[in-house]
């Protein structure tokens, strides 16, 4: 069974960093593209980053840009987002997601999705 499940979520106040995990189990992820989802109480899910099966091609929304950092280790099978400089506004459940095409984890579109690991920064 595939799955992805997220970790290193946590409480933090502004201007601080967390690093987030996403660990894909049950079959490998090296061939697809990977990225991370957020969604804040009351809004809707928003595209946070994305990147290419091998690396090469990373892509953030603006908000993040120069803040956040995404990644990934095919050996392992995970992918990651270091957020630095975290802001109240970055409060959300944030979700990894993995699918075949780049573009279509952008659109929010993949086929696999972790549970969400809760990312609270407070003022």
């Known amino acids: 069974q595939a799955q992805l499940v997220e970790s290193g979520g946590g409480l933090v106040q502004a201007g601080g960093s967390l690093r987030l995990s996403c660990a894909a189990s049950?079959?490998?992820?090296?061939?697809?593209?990977m990225g991370w989802f957020r969604q804040a109480p009351g809004k809707e899910r928003e595209f946070v980053a994305a990147?290419?099966?091998?690396?090469?091609?990373?892509h953030y929304t603006d908000s993040v840009k120069g803040r956040f950092t995404i990644s990934r280790d095919n050996a392992k099978n995970a992918v990651y987002l270091q957020m630095n400089s975290l802001k109240p506004e970055d409060t959300a459940v944030y979700s990894c997601?993995?699918?075949?095409?780049?573009?279509?984890?952008?659109?929010?579109?993949?086929?696999?999705w972790g549970q969400g690991t809760q990312v609270t920064v407070s003022s």
């Open positions: 997601a993995a699918t075949w095409a780049l573009e279509s984890v952008v659109a929010g579109t993949s086929v696999y």
């Open positions: 049950g079959r490998t992820f090296s061939s697809y593209a």
């Open positions: 990147i290419s099966w091998s690396g090469e091609t990373t």
